[in-house]
């Protein structure tokens, strides 16, 4: 079974530029979230998806962040003119949403990608 | 609101040796999870355990012990003899079913030198 995978593991973008990262779930897990982690620090929540619906997104930081996930498995977190304050490594999880919540039981956490903005 | 606070920022210790990590959470909420992930140098996020707040019982699993006490708002992870492969930045972090977000704490970094 394959784990949660992320592409592109590097971007390097200039300034004002647009990404697009993406995420691969592991099948079957119905919720996904998004992290936003800086250098030495632990994650930050950035939104929450349960299947397609975004049911949490007080986490982005600006409204040049966008997230989708449109048929419910992959999804992708768009930053639009990219900042310098936005390098980080951004993270994407899933797990099983069961009768306790989704935040009941452990996430698994793909590689990452990391953005860096020139 | 809830908070986790992980004091020691960076702990260096000889293999072998024994090494707690500290973890403190805040919470109101009487229903909640806590866990301890990993994160060695290649960068992912590694699960270890989770642990709800109506089980206090001590988890052992090899060389890993984790003491959850409500009492002192505490989960502390130990690991025993340990060793080189070992070094990573450890997180707990708590989750709340009222919301979506898990809160993780800053880390702390374990250096195991040979």
């Known amino acids: 079974g394959a784990g949660v995978s992320q592409s592109p593991r590097y971007k390097v973008a200039k300034r004002g530029q647009d990404v697009a990262l993406r995420c691969d779930p592991i099948?079957?897990?119905?919720?996904l979230f998004w992290y936003q982690q800086a250098l030495g620090q632990g994650p930050e929540f950035l939104t929450y998806?349960?299947?397609?619906?975004?049911?949490?997104k007080s986490g982005l930081p600006s409204d040049r962040f966008f997230a989708e996930r449109p048929e419910g498995s992959v999804s992708t977190l768009k930053i639009q003119r990219t900042q310098q304050e936005d390098s980080a490594v951004y993270l994407c999880?899933?797990?099983?949403?069961?009768?306790?919540?989704?935040?009941?039981?452990?996430?698994?956490f793909g590689p990452g990608t990391r953005l860096t903005v020139t | 609101a809830q908070k986790v606070t992980q004091a020691q920022t960076e702990i260096s210790v000889v293999e072998k040796e024994d090494v707690t990590l500290d973890c403190v959470y805040e919470?109101?909420?009487?229903?909640?999870?806590l866990f301890w992930y990993k994160q060695p140098p290649s960068g992912e996020l590694v699960f270890l355990i989770r642990?709800?707040?109506?089980d206090e019982q001590n988890e052992i699993s090899g060389r890993y012990s984790w003491n959850f006490q409500k009492s002192t708002s505490s989960f502390n992870f130990t690991i025993t003899a340990s060793q080189v492969v070992d070094s990573a930045v450890y997180f707990c972090?708590?989750?709340?079913?009222?919301?979506?977000?898990?809160?993780w704490g800053a880390g702390t970094k374990l250096i195991i030198k040979p």
């Open positions: 099948s079957g897990h119905v919720s």
């Open positions: 972090a708590l989750s709340v079913t009222s919301n979506y977000q898990l809160i």
């Open positions: 999880a899933s797990s099983l949403a069961l009768a306790g919540g989704p935040v009941s039981y452990e996430q698994y």
């Open positions: 919470t109101r909420d009487t229903t909640y999870y």
């Open positions: 998806f349960q299947n397609e619906a975004q049911l949490d």
């Open positions: 642990r709800n707040s109506f």
